[in-house]
């Protein structure tokens, strides 16, 4: 059984940095997809970014693209979003899921394990 949870979310300030982990337990981590996403409230989730799993290849969300950045230790089971030059419109709760196919890696509807989340502030 795989589980996903999240940590290093908060409050900051605009401008500022934050570091989110997800650490997987379960087997076979470097066989998935692993991705981020976020929810506002009212909003949709929304897809933030993935990365494949053997770490050589990304997706990302265009307005993150220059200020986050995803990656994975499968040495560790964990995958990273460090984010950079936080914007009040970057709030919201942020979630880690996996996936078993790349093709997949857009639709939050296709992924077979989540985590609890993990609440973003950015104050301007």
């Known amino acids: 059984q795989v589980q996903l949870v999240e940590s290093g979310g908060g409050l900051v300030q605009a401008g500022g940095s934050l570091r989110l982990s997800c650490a997987f337990s379960?087997?076979?981590?470097?066989?998935?997809?692993m991705g981020w996403f976020r929810q506002a409230p009212g909003k949709e989730r929304e897809f933030v970014y993935a990365i494949s799993g053997g770490g050589g290849s990304t997706s990302y969300l265009d307005s993150v693209k220059v200020r986050f950045t995803i990656s994975r230790d499968n040495a560790k089971n964990t995958v990273y979003l460090q984010m950079n030059s936080l914007k009040p419109e970057d709030t919201a709760v942020y979630y880690c899921?996996?996936?078993?196919?790349?093709?997949?890696?857009?639709?939050?509807?296709?992924?077979?394990?989540w985590g609890q989340g993990t609440q973003v502030t950015v104050s301007s």
């Open positions: 379960g087997r076979s981590f470097s066989s998935y997809v």
């Open positions: 899921a996996a996936v078993g196919s790349w093709l997949s890696r857009l639709n939050p509807d296709a992924y077979d394990y």
